[in-house]
């Protein structure tokens, strides 16, 4: 298959490993030649183009499976907009008006789109209820990827992530050395994400659909925070409770209502179309950032 994946970053990138692996033809799309020296080192074809810049799109070659994983880079909401939503229609416009339209579009979106639901599981089932203007976008855009790509003949699904982690993202001084503040953590290593993205481009898995991206376990922060000490053999580092986070009174408003989101995301649809996962909880996720952990500290 003709695969393109704009936004070919630190997921993209791994998704468009391991479908060249698997002999598919792989285009990775970045807005920066920086970011492209990175896909062509992966081995990809490597494209220049911005979704945020219409006109660039024509240079990205025609595609029977498209992956939408762009970035805002961390700004703001109506960065987000414009890449998400403007960005993401944009996208779905030109392809879809090719005299060869892509069969199927993946759209990696959060599962930061719930709200907050007390800590309580929630599914694909769950109503989403974001409660930040950027997960606003991120629930629209989501629209967009199924309904107005359905409507231009594409199928559309999201695979709609939990917190990435992986090398370079193990965040280990966050945890070791705290405080930690109470709450859960939804994970998925990104190797994961990657190969639940290319899972869901086979023919009827996930077709028309959202799908959560999560490892089998919601984990504790505390408890995480006290495994990875112990595993590394360093003193548990400090905590503290929501309340003692929030009464420090230097956090935007952004931050404090994440804070005050709590859910446990279940993989249990994902697991049932059959996906197998690599790293099925933190344990093993985090074994590779352990081990290099005390090789650095024990010299």
Not at 48 to 62: G, H
Not at 85 to 93: F, H, K, M, P, S
Request: aromatic residues 8%; hydrophobic residues 35%.
């Amino acid at each position: 298959m003709r695969v393109v994946v704009l936004g070919c970053g630190y997921v993209g990138l791994e998704l468009g490993r391991r479908l060249a692996d698997e002999g598919h033809d792989v285009t990775g799309v970045r807005r920066s030649d920086a970011g492209l020296w990175a896909v062509a080192e992966a081995g990809l074809d490597a494209v220049r183009a911005d979704v945020t810049e219409p006109a660039s799109l024509a240079e990205v070659p025609n595609a029977d499976w498209l992956v939408f994983a762009a970035s805002s880079g961390g700004r703001g909401a109506d960065a987000a907009r414009s890449v998400f939503v403007d960005g993401l229609r944009t996208a779905i416009d030109e392809f879809a008006s090719r005299a060869d339209p892509p069969d199927r579009l993946v759209y990696t979106s959060s599962t930061g789109v719930y709200g907050d639901h007390g800590g309580d599981w929630v599914d694909e089932s769950t109503p989403v209820e974001p409660t930040t203007e950027k997960t606003e976008v991120l629930a629209e855009a989501e629209r967009v990827a199924r309904e107005e790509a359905s409507a231009r003949g594409v199928d559309g699904t999201v695979a709609r992530f939990a917190g990435l982690y992986g090398p370079d993202r193990y965040r280990m001084g966050r945890y070791l050395n705290g405080p930690v503040t109470e709450g859960y953590l939804n994970m998925v290593h990104r190797d994961d994400a990657a190969g639940a993205v290319a899972f869901l481009l086979e023919e009827d898995r996930g077709r028309d659909a959202v799908v959560l991206v999560v490892d089998d376990e919601p984990a504790s922060k505390w408890e995480f925070a006290d495994w990875l000490a112990d595993r590394c053999g360093v003193e548990p580092p400090p905590k503290r409770t929501k309340e003692e986070r929030l009464a420090a009174g230097d956090l935007s408003e952004a931050a404090r209502r994440r804070i005050l989101t709590s859910k446990r995301c279940s993989n249990a649809r994902l697991r049932e179309l059959g996906y197998e996962f690599r790293y099925p909880t933190y344990r093993e996720g985090y074994q590779a950032a352990i081990t290099a952990y005390r090789e650095r500290n024990s010299r």
